[in-house]
């Protein structure tokens, strides 16, 4: 399994109140004691900090919020030690502003890295900078319109994201090479392969002229949907391949690399992961995260359980012969997995996060933990909107108020979906900061540490952590986990989520109960009543009933 690491929030440890590499190199233990095979770091390098690292000013360095290349090394080495491995996060579908790449490009029309990013003059007829004249009509993912107008050479640039980051163009070989290079720099270094971000943005659909096409009209707005522009583009595929001849072909087999690919699916999952065509190892996909949302992620709805087990269903089914699956609830990017698709009150939070866990873990695929899931971390308490600090969240703010829309609405919307919910320090201990840092963390400490938190669980048997390392356990132990064929079972439930798991002769059924009420095991599968348990998260009085969010992994006689 991968553990991912959002540094900044994980442990500080000069008390500066913001996490950092001397920090998960004294926490090396807890990573140990769960089982991690693999460390994923999101990113440490310099950067202006904007969106908390995903702009990134220089890719062969070590922001010194966060230590030094010194320290990566030592990471690196002490992760070697004890058999776990490095990812580090690899954000070249854009840049910062402030990269030396762009700041050259900016420089003039006719720099020699003008070509690097996707500048394009106002839309004929226009001035730049008046409203509409923008090249395309694309909506950018953290605020409004994907073009920054620049003044003084009187072009537009594209950032699909922030502003300040502006979208590398791939098209141009010099920039593939760049990044092929750099690549190749971390992996002499020792580490041990990417989690790639937003990498199937990296292909624009450009006319031979470089027209660049709009997107549908989105309803309300003046902007458009550019997506069909740049998710999985015409080249993508080609650049990935390329990629893998260039900085992965002739080395270790066993590195690895994820591509986080949002809009990505399933029929282009398979070919991203056939191993025959040499493109990523698996993709994070985004079905599942989208279930609960309506127009966009703001637009919150409630989970049905049958749209959760159709749309994994559908993954397992599609790539069981060919590539493979990355599984994960959470992420630095998602609101945590026991508030969202559990149950946080008190009475059901350790069941409901441990039965959500089991359930996961017990798909086949890799399965991704992301720092604090394994304690049962929870959506944090905002107040108001000051105690925001995300750029998605305050951009989304400040538009969706000037729109028109209701503040009050709108703040209900990003105290359930912020991504800042997954921001704030892991929670170590019951001390006034958590165990995090000796001084002032730079995001408040959810004030539930008192009682959810690492040290309380370490040795508590019955804990959310002690859950988590079982389940790694068991697929580290039993190939049927590992690699046993996936089958669903009860398709329609709305309550119970059940599938069998089989290899070799050998067959696991796993059911979990994703609600408040009990449920009666022979009515729904008869043939689980005798079977042996393997693995529970609740004890077991009653063989034929399943209690509120009870979990069994069941071997069949
Ligand atoms: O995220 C890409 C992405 O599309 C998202 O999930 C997005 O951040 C947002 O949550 C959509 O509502 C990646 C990184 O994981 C994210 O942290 C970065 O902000 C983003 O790319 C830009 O680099």
Same mark, same amino acid.
């Given at each position: 399994?991968?553990?991912?690491?959002?540094?900044?929030?994980?442990?500080? =440890? @000069?008390?500066? /109140?913001?996490?950092? !590499?001397? #920090?998960? *190199?004294?926490? &090396? %233990?807890? +990573?140990?004691?769960?089982?991690?095979?693999?460390?994923?770091?999101?990113?440490?390098?310099?950067?202006?900090?904007?969106?908390?690292?995903?702009?990134? =000013? @220089?890719?062969? /360095?070590?922001?010194? !919020?966060? #230590?030094? *290349?010194?320290? &990566? %090394?030592? +990471?690196?080495?002490?992760?070697?030690?004890?058999?776990?491995?490095?990812?580090?996060?690899?954000?070249?579908?854009?840049?910062?502003?402030?990269?030396?790449?762009?700041?050259?490009?900016?420089?003039?029309?006719?720099?020699?890295?003008?070509?690097?990013?996707?500048?394009?003059?106002?839309?004929?007829?226009?001035?730049?900078?008046?409203?509409?004249?923008?090249?395309?009509?694309?909506?950018?993912?953290?605020?409004?319109?994907?073009?920054?107008?620049?003044?003084?050479?009187?072009?537009?640039?594209?950032?699909?994201?922030?502003?300040?980051?502006?979208?590398?163009?791939?098209?141009?070989?010099?920039?593939?090479?760049?990044?092929?290079?750099?690549?190749?720099?971390?992996?002499?270094?020792?580490?041990?392969?990417?989690?790639?971000?937003?990498?199937?943005?990296?292909?624009?659909?450009?006319?031979?002229?470089?027209?660049?096409?709009?997107?549908?009209?989105?309803?309300?707005?003046?902007?458009?949907?550019?997506?069909?522009?740049?998710?999985?583009?015409?080249?993508?595929?080609?650049?990935?391949?390329?990629?893998?001849?260039?900085?992965?072909?002739?080395?270790?087999?066993?590195?690895?690399?994820?591509?986080?690919?949002?809009?990505?699916?399933?029929?282009?999952?398979?070919?991203?992961?056939?191993?025959?065509?040499?493109?990523?190892?698996?993709?994070?996909?985004?079905?599942?995260?989208?279930?609960?949302?309506?127009?966009?992620?703001?637009?919150?709805?409630?989970?049905?359980?049958?749209?959760?087990?159709?749309?994994?269903?559908?993954?397992?089914?599609?790539?069981?012969?060919?590539?493979?699956?990355?599984?994960?609830?959470?992420?630095?990017?998602?609101?945590?997995?026991?508030?969202?698709?559990?149950?946080?009150?008190?009475?059901?939070?350790?069941?409901?996060?441990?039965?959500?866990?089991?359930?996961?873990?017990?798909?086949?695929?890799?399965?991704?933990?992301?720092?604090?899931?394994?304690?049962?971390?929870?959506?944090?308490?905002?107040?108001?909107?000051?105690?925001?600090?995300?750029?998605?969240?305050?951009?989304?703010?400040?538009?969706?108020?000037?729109?028109?829309?209701?503040?009050?609405?709108?703040?209900?919307?990003?105290?359930?979906?912020?991504?800042?919910?997954?921001?704030?320090?892991?929670?170590?201990?019951?001390?006034?900061?958590?165990?995090?840092?000796?001084?002032?963390?730079?995001?408040?400490?959810?004030?539930?540490?008192?009682?959810?938190?690492?040290?309380?669980?370490?040795?508590?048997?019955?804990?959310?952590?002690?859950?988590?390392?079982?389940?790694?356990?068991?697929?580290?132990?039993?190939?049927?986990?590992?690699?046993?064929?996936?089958?669903?079972?009860?398709?329609?439930?709305?309550?119970?989520?059940?599938?069998?798991?089989?290899?070799?002769?050998?067959?696991?059924?796993?059911?979990?109960?994703?609600?408040?009420?009990?449920?009666?095991?022979?009515?729904?599968?008869?043939?689980?009543?005798?079977?042996?348990?393997?693995?529970?998260?609740?004890?077991?009085?009653?063989?034929?009933?399943?209690?509120?969010?009870?979990?069994?992994?069941?071997?069949?006689?």
């Amino acid at each position: 399994m991968v553990y991912q690491i959002y540094p900044r929030s994980f442990m500080d =440890s @000069d008390g500066d /109140g913001v996490g950092d !590499l001397g #920090g998960v *190199l004294q926490r &090396l %233990d807890h +990573l140990a004691d769960l089982g991690v095979d693999v460390l994923w770091l999101s990113p440490v390098y310099p950067s202006p900090q904007a969106d908390n690292g995903y702009d990134i =000013s @220089d890719y062969q /360095g070590i922001d010194p !919020l966060f #230590g030094t *290349l010194d320290q &990566l %090394d030592d +990471l690196i080495v002490k992760l070697h030690a004890r058999g776990m491995r490095l990812l580090m996060d690899l954000v070249v579908n854009h840049t910062s502003d402030e990269h030396p790449w762009f700041l050259e490009s900016r420089a003039s029309r006719t720099s020699p890295k003008r070509d690097w990013y996707w500048w394009r003059p106002p839309r004929t007829g226009l001035a730049g900078g008046e409203p509409g004249a923008e090249p395309t009509n694309w909506q950018s993912f953290f605020s409004g319109s994907t073009w920054e107008y620049d003044e003084p050479s009187g072009e537009y640039y594209l950032h699909l994201f922030d502003r300040r980051q502006p979208d590398l163009n791939w098209e141009n070989p010099e920039v593939r090479e760049a990044v092929y290079s750099m690549m190749r720099w971390w992996l002499d270094r020792g580490v041990d392969g990417f989690r790639m971000d937003v990498i199937n943005m990296i292909s624009k659909d450009v006319a031979a002229d470089g027209h660049l096409h709009d997107g549908p009209p989105i309803p309300g707005t003046s902007l458009g949907d550019g997506s069909a522009s740049y998710l999985c583009g015409p080249r993508i595929h080609e650049f990935l391949q390329e990629m893998h001849r260039e900085v992965f072909a002739g080395r270790d087999a066993a590195l690895l690399t994820v591509g986080e690919m949002p809009g990505v699916t399933v029929e282009e999952a398979r070919l991203f992961t056939d191993p025959t065509r040499g493109e990523v190892d698996m993709v994070f996909q985004f079905e599942h995260v989208a279930l609960d949302q309506g127009s966009s992620k703001w637009d919150v709805r409630p989970l049905r359980m049958r749209d959760l087990k159709a749309s994994f269903g559908r993954w397992q089914a599609g790539l069981a012969d060919v590539g493979w699956n990355s599984l994960y609830w959470d992420n630095h990017d998602q609101p945590r997995a026991v508030s969202r698709f559990g149950d946080d009150s008190p009475r059901y939070r350790r069941d409901s996060a441990t039965c959500l866990a089991t359930l996961l873990h017990l798909h086949r695929g890799t399965p991704y933990v992301y720092q604090g899931e394994e304690l049962g971390m929870a959506n944090f308490p905002f107040a108001g909107l000051d105690d925001f600090s995300d750029i998605e969240s305050l951009n989304h703010h400040v538009q969706a108020v000037s729109a028109g829309e209701d503040a009050a609405h709108v703040l209900a919307a990003l105290r359930r979906m912020s991504r800042d919910n997954a921001r704030t320090p892991v929670q170590w201990d019951a001390s006034p900061s958590a165990g995090f840092t000796t001084g002032t963390p730079w995001m408040p400490v959810n004030p539930d540490h008192v009682e959810w938190n690492a040290d309380a669980q370490r040795n508590d048997p019955t804990s959310v952590l002690a859950h988590h390392r079982r389940l790694i356990a068991l697929r580290h132990e039993n190939a049927v986990v590992a690699l046993g064929d996936f089958h669903l079972l009860l398709p329609e439930h709305d309550q119970v989520y059940a599938f069998t798991r089989s290899l070799a002769g050998e067959t696991l059924v796993v059911v979990c109960n994703l609600s408040r009420t009990a449920q009666s095991l022979p009515d729904l599968l008869p043939q689980a009543v005798d079977a042996e348990l393997v693995l529970g998260n609740l004890p077991v009085d009653d063989a034929a009933v399943l209690r509120p969010w009870e979990a069994r992994v069941l071997r069949l006689r």
